[in-house]
């Protein structure tokens, strides 16, 4: 069975994590860049954790909740 909970996406800018990941590692961005850059973490602020917690793992899909530090 799936799990229940995958969240893979900035709602506000519309795009997945997967596709912002490679940008990412391409350019060499942090999360202050990514956000610079795309917006994605910079509206509501609810993918924020998830942005920075794919930038140091490499995860794009994940099946918890994260809040911020
Ligand atoms: S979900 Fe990414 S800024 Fe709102």
């Known amino acids: ?5 995958a969240i893979s996406r ?3 800018q519309a795009r997945e994590f997967a ?3 490679p940008l990412a590692r391409e350019n060499g961005w942090d999360l202050a860049a990514l956000m610079a850059e795309t917006g994605c973490g910079a ?3 609810l993918c ?3 942005l920075r ?3 140091d793992t490499g995860e ?3 099946h918890e909740i994260l ?3």
């Open 10 to 12: 900035c709602v506000c």
């Open 1 to 5: 069975m799936p799990p229940l909970l």
């Open 53 to 55: 917690r794919m930038l």
């Open 19 to 21: 596709e912002l990941l």
């Open 60 to 62: 794009t899909v994940f």
């Open 67 to 69: 809040t911020e530090p």
């Open 48 to 50: 924020r954790p998830y």
């Open 43 to 45: 509206q509501c602020g």
